[in-house]
């Protein structure tokens, strides 16, 4: 138990289907985020919630859409996905403004096809 | 533009061996350096540093920060197969989406 819990563990996808990751900490953090982990790659990050309030990344495609309705959950909603969007998409929450550590979710491994 | 890098990418020893892992950073408004491992899921926090030249040990694993050079080491001692896990390292700054990590070394220990 990591105190971080993403659904669901595996998740295959067609291009035009639609569908959400979830995410859900249970440790009192004010923070909530999305990476991206692909081969061979740094762990990207997608987007920052503080205290419910998004903070912009404007490099991410606008088939990536995140959803925070409380500083609990997390939610990515996903639709018309690409193959190169396969990859490893992890939750992390932390107390936010810079006072890490950031603790991880397990993770939902997501392929596209 | 701020980065983190680090050496090596892949590393294959056997079992008691010693390994140092390193990292580099250059981030923006720095203020801790962090260390993951990473085995199938989820990364899990290891040590964070703040300080420099002060280590800091949790049973075989100890990490030391030089904020002068922007480095940081990881060593593991007599290293066992369980240690096999990619490593992360994360440089944070004063804001919340400036954690940037490493492309991580991944470890491979042989019995």
């Known amino acids: 138990e990591t105190g971080v819990t993403q659904t669901p563990r595996h998740l295959v996808m067609g291009m035009t289907n639609k569908k959400s990751l979830k995410c859900e900490q249970h440790?009192?953090?004010?923070?909530m985020y999305w990476y991206k982990q692909s081969a061979k790659k740094p762990l990207e990050l997608m987007f920052v919630?503080?205290?419910?309030?998004?903070?912009e990344n404007n490099s991410v495609p606008s088939r990536f859409s995140p959803e925070c309705p409380n500083s609990s959950h997390l939610f990515l909603h996903l639709h018309t996905l690409q193959p190169e969007d396969s990859a490893l998409y992890l939750c992390?929450?932390?107390?936010?403004?810079?006072?890490?550590?950031?603790?991880f979710g397990n993770g939902t491994r997501l392929t596209v096809t | 533009e701020d980065k983190v890098v680090q050496s090596p990418l892949s590393l294959v020893v056997h079992e008691g061996d010693t390994v140092t892992l390193n990292c580099s950073y250059e981030v923006t408004n720095f203020r801790s350096l962090l260390w993951y491992k990473q085995e199938k899921k989820a990364p899990t926090f290891l040590f964070m540093l703040?300080?420099?030249?002060i280590e800091k040990k949790s049973g075989r694993l100890s990490s030391i920060l030089d904020k002068k050079e922007l480095f940081s080491i990881l060593n593991i001692t007599a290293t066992q197969t369980g240690d096999s896990a990619i490593y992360l390292c994360?440089?944070?700054?004063?804001?919340?989406?400036?954690?940037?990590f490493g492309k991580g070394t991944r470890l491979h220990i042989l019995p």
């Open positions: 703040t300080s420099s030249g």
């Open positions: 992390a929450s932390g107390p936010g403004q810079g006072r890490s550590p950031l603790h």
């Open positions: 994360a440089g944070g700054g004063n804001r919340d989406d400036k954690i940037i």
């Open positions: 440790l009192g953090h004010n923070a």
């Open positions: 919630y503080s205290l419910e309030e998004r903070v």
